[in-house]
């Protein structure tokens, strides 16, 4: 399930849901992103006010929705949750949460991690920083290509 | 044709999202990035290094010389940094 | 921090209180072990009625103690959280929770993913599984043992 | 010393934990399970398989090769399964 929006959301509460009546489920995992107070502006560290999160309607839903189902294609997903916010946030505020439920923990563990590179890198969303030095756009990481990159080499299976 | 920008690159050229009719003797999205850049210095000081930008049509990312065709929806932005 | 406790545990609540008030944590990552309603017996699924979590008291704060340890001295963690239950449990009922907070994404899932890999083959924990052909021990998995020793071969730090 | 059984170990021996002054004549936990399977039936069958038992002495994993002093704590159990 794929939720873009504005409000905060309930951890417990979206994992309750995610999981509930069905008990084929072994583990969960899940990824919570939240607003740090230090940022780097031109290679210093500088207090965070607030960031914005700017975001590609439509185009997000999409993109979000096909990361998933990769995702449930490569491993035996019982079910799954992508919840990204959008719009003003101050330090501690939860970004997104990203929640995959599997008879089996490696599952969980890697479906989940899986989504985060891939959501890093796919999803259309824009931070701006507001510091003491004023807004910065936030510049995209090599460091996250190279993280999605990895799951381009596929495990063997041996059911192919 | 409607074209959306996002993050500095909508900064720059000061408008979120425009339609107008496709040209005639535009054919690809570097085409379309040439005749916007001409538009005016916003789009110039926006579109100055495109080998930064990225494009999107109708939801998917294209490359550069992708066809366009008046339909269609085109997005440009900088690489994305969600998450 | 450590828990080894019988009564049930609120995930939310929990993550509050881990996270509260450290802004540098950019991402957290949790897993929660659940009961399964099925299970292998004999070779054949058999519809769980039970699990009875029987642990050896002392050792088992101390070991999962040690492995919090050993994960806070590989990966940058902010806070880090491991709650196991014992007693008797139903299908659909949390048995685990694990919770690693850093300020990069990578080392919260490593950490979380290196805790429980070490927490299935180290910590003394014992499950009964109730079925309808009546009870048995569940057996170790050699898969558990292959998932810990993964952790062994260090990555390469430059710092080193 | 201190003994304690778990999981299938407890059931076949049937008690959790006992108490004893350490004999004279055994110095290691291999000794110990020596000892105790001649002990009666129940021993005998819970340690059939010594292979399939772990061993910790004060909470700590040990191989059978290890010292035993009379004030230490021992359990024995068949591998764990939590998590």
Known sequence: ?160 | MKVLYFAWLRQRIGVAEEEFELPGDIATVDDLIGWLTAKGPGYAKGFAEPQVIRAAVNFEYVPFDHQLSNADEVAFFPPVTGG
Chains 1, 3 share one sequence.
């Open chain 1, 1 to 160: 399930m794929i939720k873009v929006q504005q409000e905060n959301f309930d951890v417990a509460a979206e994992l309750a849901t995610l999981t509930a009546g069905n008990h084929a489920i072994g583990g969960v995992v899940s990824f919570v992103g939240l607003v740090r107070d230090m940022v780097r502006v031109d290679d210093r560290d500088a207090a965070l006010r607030a960031m914005s999160l700017e975001h590609y309607p439509g185009m997000t839903e999409k993109k979000l929705a096909e990361i998933e189902a990769k995702a449930t294609e490569r491993w035996p997903l019982e079910a799954s949750l992508i919840i990204h916010r959008y719009g003003r946030l101050e330090p501690g505020e939860q970004i997104v949460l990203v929640a995959c439920a599997s008879a089996h923990r490696q599952a969980a563990f890697d479906a989940c991690n899986y989504l985060m590179d891939w959501l890093k890198t796919e999803a259309p969303f824009w931070k701006l920083e507001e510091t003491e030095a004023g807004e910065a756009w936030v510049e995209s990481r090599a460091s996250d290509d190279v993280a999605a990159a990895r799951w381009q080499i596929k495990p063997d299976r041996a059911a192919e």
